[in-house]
């Protein structure tokens, strides 16, 4: 199937699409720093550069695009065109994540992922409950843990 806009539409429409300071990012810093919570962004001398780190706390937070890391949920569709390339690219990326991880949990980093579906979406949670939830862990013992949108039960 070919794409329904020119390549050059294509490629500017791409590269607005930020890494750093997404809508979801920018919620989360701003509920965190109202709480109470100092952090850090981007630390580069960390596996993985994490979007927020908590060092008093030692915990660091990701908060993934559902289509760029490949979250199977109601926001990620694999892309028609280009198939093989965006393939590799999303594998690599889910990949890279699992090396980070691997590399902070030695280094005795707590991590918290907060999907982008959790914050957006259909299947989206209450802001508060989301805060809620990323709060108390952060003010928990808790090594690992994941926000992602509600799921839906599928009845027969």
């Given at each position: ?7 050059k539409?294509?490629?500017?429409m ?11 990012e ?11 919570f ?5 630390q580069?001398?960390?596996?993985g550069k ?37 393939k590799?690219?999303?594998?690599r990326?889910?990949?890279k ?12 980093w707590?991590?918290l992922?907060i ?30 843990k994941?926000?992602e ?8």
């Amino acid at each position: 199937m070919a794409d329904v806009v020119s390549i050059k539409k294509r490629s500017e429409m791409m590269s607005g699409i930020r890494s750093k300071n997404t809508r979801p990012e920018l919620l989360i810093r701003k509920a965190l720093h109202q709480a109470g919570f100092r952090f850090r962004i981007h630390q580069s001398d960390l596996p993985g550069k994490p979007d927020l780190v908590l060092p008093k706390y030692k915990a660091a937070i990701f908060i993934h695009g559902c289509f760029w890391h490949g979250h199977e949920c109601h926001l990620f569709k694999w892309p028609s065109t280009r198939a093989d390339f965006w393939k590799m690219k999303i594998n690599r990326n889910r990949e890279k994540d699992r090396e980070s991880l691997e590399k902070l949990h030695e280094q005795q980093w707590r991590v918290l992922i907060i999907w982008e579906c959790a914050i957006k979406g259909r299947d989206r949670l209450d802001l508060s409950i989301c805060f809620h939830k990323i709060t108390k862990w952060v003010a928990s013992k808790v090594k690992f843990k994941v926000i992602e949108g509600k799921t839906r039960l599928l009845f027969s």
